[in-house]
């Protein structure tokens, strides 16, 4: 099985650390003077690093007022042209109370007045510091998010391998393995014309296991034939001690789902029922709507087995999480039957 790539996590930018607006803001408010020192007179020359020290410190306030405030807009979802309109109006309410008491201070120790036209001037230099601010923290966060985004991918790509993996073990089960050879030699001692059939069926159940690559998701249509398949051996085995019915929207089967994720609720219903002709096994499989699919079971109590491995339910629903959706799988049960509703994905690409 592949290991997920370790990411060191250093190489996240975290924009809540003060390195990153400290050398911005320092490094915007120098050129704003810099650019301006020979038009300055000797008193303004004098007091510069103190209007420096003053105007780097507003936008370092500035990074992490905005920093809160984007993190609080997306927390509740809010939309774009209202995020944007909330962060001008913020922005230039704290650059007015900035420029009103940059010029008390610089009044004060300068004992002079400044015209208007020179406030204004500084009022959009300092609204330009904003901007720039705000920009890199995009370019930042942006980053950030294409990183998380290729450790989810790493991580999703793990988990498909392990689907895989625990997959075959499953179907290799000593117990599986040995039911089905013993089906198939009675089969072919009695030389019954189905034979090749179900010999086919139980090498495509194993070559699609194998051959499903780094697949997230496929289409219902995909795993609906891949079931059936299952069916099929089963029918061999228990012959007419279950009944299966499947209803489905034809024009909408090529929504997504993760890969074998019916086929494990179907498997359950096998695993966990006790299944004979005098207690006949209904399975039903129901397209509820083009984003849900229900799979149903009556219950047939069986004596407790070792279970294999904890995956099953919880894989199925840990897929779903990978692929970014919530309540992906919901069960109910009671004492007569067991009920588990799958959400159905949009397909996002012409190929499905």
């Given at each position: 099985m592949s290991r997920m790539k370790n990411r060191n996590p250093g190489s996240y930018y975290s924009l809540s650390h003060w390195k990153y607006p400290a050398i911005l803001a320092l490094s915007l408010?120098?050129?704003?003077?810099?650019?301006t020192l020979p038009f300055r007179d000797s008193i303004v020359t004098a007091n510069l690093f103190g209007a420096w020290f003053i105007a780097s410190s507003f936008l370092v306030l500035m990074w992490y007022v905005n920093l809160a405030l984007s993190n609080r807009l997306q927390r509740k979802n809010t939309q774009s042209f209202w995020?944007?309109?909330?962060?001008?109006?913020?922005?230039?309410?704290?650059?007015?109370?900035?420029?009103?008491?940059?010029?008390?201070?610089?009044?004060?120790?300068?004992?002079?007045?400044?015209s208007i036209e020179r406030i204004v001037v500084q009022s959009i230099k300092s609204a330009l510091g904003i901007a720039t601010m705000i920009f890199f923290q995009y370019v930042f966060s942006?980053?950030?998010?294409?990183?998380?985004?290729?450790?989810?991918n790493e991580k999703l790509k793990s988990e498909n391998t392990r689907v895989q993996y625990e997959m075959l073990l499953r179907q290799v089960h000593p117990h599986f393995l040995f039911?089905?050879?013993?089906?198939?030699?009675?089969m072919a001692d009695s030389n019954q014309p189905e034979t090749g059939n179900y010999i086919l069926s139980l090498s495509g159940l194993f070559r699609e296991i194998l051959d499903i690559g780094d697949k997230e998701t496929r289409t219902l249509r995909e795993e609906l034939a891949f079931?059936?398949?299952?069916?099929?051996?089963?029918?061999?085995?228990?012959?007419?001690?279950?009944?299966?019915?499947?209803?489905?929207?034809?024009?909408?089967?090529n929504r997504l789902l993760p890969v074998f994720s019916l086929h494990l609720l179907v498997e359950n219903c096998f695993r966990h029922n006790a299944v004979s002709k005098s207690n006949l096994l209904r399975i039903e499989i129901v397209q509820?709507?083009?984003?849900?699919?229900?799979?149903?079971?009556?219950?047939?109590?069986?004596?407790?087995?070792?279970?294999?491995?904890?995956?099953?339910?919880?894989?199925?629903?840990?897929?779903?999480?990978?692929?970014?959706?919530?309540?992906?799988?919901?069960v109910i049960e009671n004492d007569t039957e067991f009920v588990a509703s799958l959400k159905l994905l949009p397909c996002e690409n012409s190929d499905c």
């Open positions: 408010s120098a050129i704003n003077f810099l650019s995020r944007i309109f909330i962060t001008v109006g913020i922005n230039l309410f704290f650059l007015a109370v900035f420029v009103f008491i940059a010029y008390l201070i610089m009044s004060s120790v300068l004992e002079r007045n400044f942006n980053q950030n998010r294409v990183q998380m985004l290729q450790l989810q039911n089905s050879l013993s089906v198939l030699h009675s079931t059936e398949n299952y069916l099929n051996l089963m029918r061999y085995r228990f012959e007419d001690a279950f009944s299966v019915d499947i209803r489905t929207i034809p024009l909408e089967e509820q709507s083009t984003e849900e699919l229900i799979v149903r079971n009556n219950r047939v109590p069986k004596e407790p087995e070792a279970v294999l491995s904890g995956f099953g339910l919880s894989g199925i629903t840990e897929r779903y999480r990978l692929l970014g959706v919530e309540n992906g799988l919901v």
